[in-house]
């Protein structure tokens, strides 16, 4: 008799346990979140594009106030997506010669916010570095972006922007070159 006790009081404390454990799964009430550039150094410069900007010539108000000038010439090297409208958020890597600044890769902001549609993905980027996806049952939806050293980072994934147009978006990263459609 006192062997069956035991050996119920066993069986019982491990189903107690192994009800406890959920079947080894975690309810995890925080949600994970990607790490965007995480320890990487963005020589990125940001800020609203100027009243004084032309054709060749940007002029950017930064974030910190500082007006800087950069110089627009596709021979070395510059390239611009998303165009130059005065009061558009911009982001700019550039190099500077004996003379002036030269933008090597020009992202307008503004312009890349707004709802994005492929074959597979259908997403809003939003101002505040938020994605939203509009399809429920997406595998892997992006939830995040920001842009370091002129590259767009959306949650993990890096690429570069090979075109932005008012209504278009070509992005390649090392996965392939991905196609989007603004809608």
């Known amino acids: 008799m006192m062997k069956k006790s035991i050996i119920s009081t066993a069986v019982f404390g491990c189903l107690a346990l192994l009800s406890s454990c959920n079947g080894g799964k975690t ?4 949600p994970q979140r990607d790490t965007l550039n995480a320890g990487i ?16 010539t940007l002029e950017l108000v930064t974030d910190d106030g500082k ?4 110089t627009i010439d596709e021979e070395k090297g510059s390239d611009v997506q998303g165009g130059m409208m005065s ?15 030269i933008a090597h890769k020009v992202i307008n902001l503004t312009t890349l916010q707004g709802r ?4 597979d ?5 939003n101002e505040d570095g938020s994605i939203e996806s509009n399809i429920q049952a997406e595998s892997k939806p992006y939830t995040a972006w920001t842009i370091c050293n002129a590259r767009l980072i959306l949650n993990t994934d890096t690429f570069d922007v090979l075109s932005l147009g008012a209504d278009s978006l070509e992005l390649e990263s090392a996965k392939g070159i991905f196609v989007y459609k603004r809608q």
């Open 27 to 30: 309810d995890s009430t925080e």
């Open 41 to 56: 150094a963005d020589s990125t410069v940001y800020g609203k594009c100027g009243v004084g900007t032309m054709m060749n």
């Open 67 to 70: 007006t800087l000038t950069f």
């Open 87 to 101: 009061g558009d958020r911009m982001a700019v890597t550039y190099y500077k010669t004996a003379d002036e600044n």
């Open 116 to 119: 994005w549609t492929s074959l």
């Open 121 to 125: 993905k259908n997403f809003t980027i």
